[in-house]
């Protein structure tokens, strides 16, 4: 696919919070056991690999790509859930905001959070960016490596099958391959091509392979 852009995007691997269900958006949670032992390093054809600052997705691209260099974005970190960071749902049934919020995620804001709206556009900023950096090396293929929430919206925005947010299920430490037309990604249209980026041992110990499958 000569003059095709390629974006790959991987969620972070499971943390000690996500394993007990609680919120976290921008606060921090290790990697759990499980979480890192799903995670492997990886042998990618990606010049450019972008990941949030939050530990979970730096620690994760420590294991996914050893002793390579990182550009870290701040604009790249999960949805901020304000006074809700690190609470369960039973924590919160009975809050009426959480309630409220839970009816219309996408106009209700956390209290001391963040909206759709506003984690909408920090997202699209940070795509931009990652596009003009790729430009300006002359760069084919970037990885970035995020959260749930952020992936979902790229993947709603961008996907060349148009799905609610809500839809789209992320696994963490898994990866979603995007393969844009240049003019297309220029213009900030969708991708031609999504596949699955299947992680598995790679036979020789040398690293790991991607594996695509087609979505």
């Known amino acids: 696919m000569d003059g095709n852009l390629v974006i790959t995007l991987f ?3 499971l943390t000690v919070a996500n394993e007990r269900k609680a919120y976290i958006g921008w606060s921090d949670s290790p990697l759990s056991r499980k979480g890192k032992a799903q995670l492997f390093p990886l042998v ?3 010049p450019l690999i972008f ?3 939050l530990k979970r997705c730096t620690d994760t ?3 996914l790509f050893p002793e390579r260099s990182v550009i870290q974005k701040k604009e790249l970190r999960e949805l901020h859930f304000g006074k809700w960071e690190g ?5 919160l ?6 309630k409220k919020w839970l009816e219309n995620p996408f106009a209700e804001i956390p209290p001391n959070g963040e909206g759709f709206d506003q984690f909408a556009a920090r ?3 940070s795509w931009k960016s990652v596009k003009e950096q790729m430009a300006k090396q002359g760069i084919k293929r970037a990885a970035i490596v995020t959260h749930g929430g952020v992936i979902r919206y790229l993947l709603m925005k961008y996907a060349p099958v148009e ?6 299920g992320i696994p963490h430490g898994k990866g979603w391959e995007m393969t844009f037309d240049t003019e297309d990604l220029r213009r900030d249209g969708r991708c031609i091509l999504l596949r699955e980026a299947l992680i598995t041992a790679n036979p020789s110990g040398s690293g790991n392979i991607i594996k695509e499958k087609g979505k």
């Open 11 to 13: 969620r972070h691997g």
């Open 44 to 46: 990618i054809d990606a």
């Open 51 to 53: 990941s949030s600052d």
């Open 61 to 63: 691209v420590a294991i």
């Open 87 to 91: 609470k369960t749902y039973e924590d």
């Open 93 to 98: 049934k009975e809050d009426s905001d959480y």
């Open 123 to 125: 997202i699209q900023h």
């Open 163 to 168: 799905k609610p947010f809500w839809e789209w």
